[in-house]
């Protein structure tokens, strides 16, 4: 409680984000990704290894097309996402690797990151924490040689702190045939938040009863009701009801607010806050899949990503990947 009433007086504006028209027709794109899954030497929790990947997906922005423009609009990693976390008595917005802090109890809070942010589980680690997965979001449509160029950069990267990491097939990899696909829906219309997200929580419990939907171990599915869920908790007080839900309105807005102040934008990236505007994301799953209708929203975005030769790489920095794939590719 103490929490909440902290971030409350911090609040003073509220959360407002220009409405954009809504499209004629869904827009389909599949070349604005391109995913790199790393082994480390001795899995993913190494202290040395994650300062050392800090630096190496630092130095992807500089990675230039053959426009000379850089390659990436966005990093998504370990190495360079900010979340929303709870720390003794404070709330912050805090890189999830934090170097002053790969101390064992700072690696043990690391782990529990990954494993209850519903923005990086799965997403940014394998379940066996064996791999860690680079989401790499293009400025421009995805070719083979500007995929070539990122993993080449960042796999010399490692090399040159001391690795050992070749590229493999990326039928190697633990997101090997699998999709992720993003909808976006859009709506004219004034929207009840809580009443969305209720439409949202009952498309979300079809589609993960879905034969194509992924399992635990290999992806999820999420949108903003996971991470208002996340931020109930880590914010406490009474924001949430029993079905996981904001208690009303109120709660709902207070959350946005209090993400606002601390800087965080992933909830508006999943839903604007006058809710016109959502996200729902399918990760890991193995068969493309259908749009849900979503009552009274329009589809008018649809992202897919698939773990092709061109989008999917892997880098392996284990001692047996020298035996075995060094001369794969």
């Not at 390659?71 to 900010?82: E, F, H, K, Q, V």
């Not at 519903?118 to 997965?133: E, K």
């Not at 989401?135 to 995805?142: D, I, S, T, V």
């Amino acid at each position: 409680m103490r929490r909440l009433q902290r971030l409350l007086l911090a609040c003073s504006f509220a959360c407002s984000l220009p409405l954009a028209a809504v499209q004629a027709q869904t827009v389909m794109q599949d070349n604005e990704w391109q995913v790199i899954s790393l082994y480390p030497p001795h899995g993913v929790y190494q202290a040395e290894l994650l300062v050392q990947l800090v630096a190496a997906v630092e130095g992807l922005w500089q990675v230039q097309g053959s426009d000379g423009q850089p390659l990436l609009r966005t990093i998504d990693s370990l190495a360079s996402m900010n979340v929303i976390v709870a720390q003794q008595e404070e709330v912050r917005f805090r890189r999830i690797i934090e170097k002053g802090e790969l101390n064992p109890a700072g690696m043990q809070r690391l782990q529990a990151l990954v494993e209850e942010h519903p923005l990086v589980q799965r997403r940014l680690v394998s379940a066996d924490a064996q791999a860690t997965h680079l989401w790499l979001r293009l400025k421009q449509p995805a070719t083979v040689a500007g995929s070539e160029q990122l993993s080449e950069h960042l796999r010399a990267s490692l090399n040159a702190a001391g690795n050992r990491c070749v590229r493999v097939a990326n039928e190697h990899g633990p997101l090997a045939g699998r999709y992720m696909t993003q909808w976006q829906y859009d709506t004219p219309q004034r929207v009840d938040g809580v009443a969305a997200l209720q439409a949202l929580a009952e498309v979300q419990q079809q589609l993960s009863h879905a034969p194509e939907a992924p399992d635990a171990d290999h992806g999820r599915l999420y949108s903003v009701l996971d991470l208002l869920s996340y931020l109930g908790t880590v914010l406490g007080g009474d924001l949430l009801g029993a079905d996981g839900l904001p208690q009303n309105n109120a709660a709902l807005a207070q959350m946005y607010m209090m993400a606002e102040s601390l800087r965080s934008r992933d909830l508006q990236t999943l839903a604007r806050p006058d809710f016109r505007q959502l996200q729902l994301v399918v990760l890991g799953h193995k068969a493309p899949l259908s749009a849900p209708p979503l009552a009274q929203y329009q589809l008018t975005h649809t992202s897919i990503w698939t773990a092709s030769a061109r989008d999917y790489h892997v880098l392996d920095c284990r001692a047996q990947a020298l035996v075995t794939s060094e001369n794969s590719l």
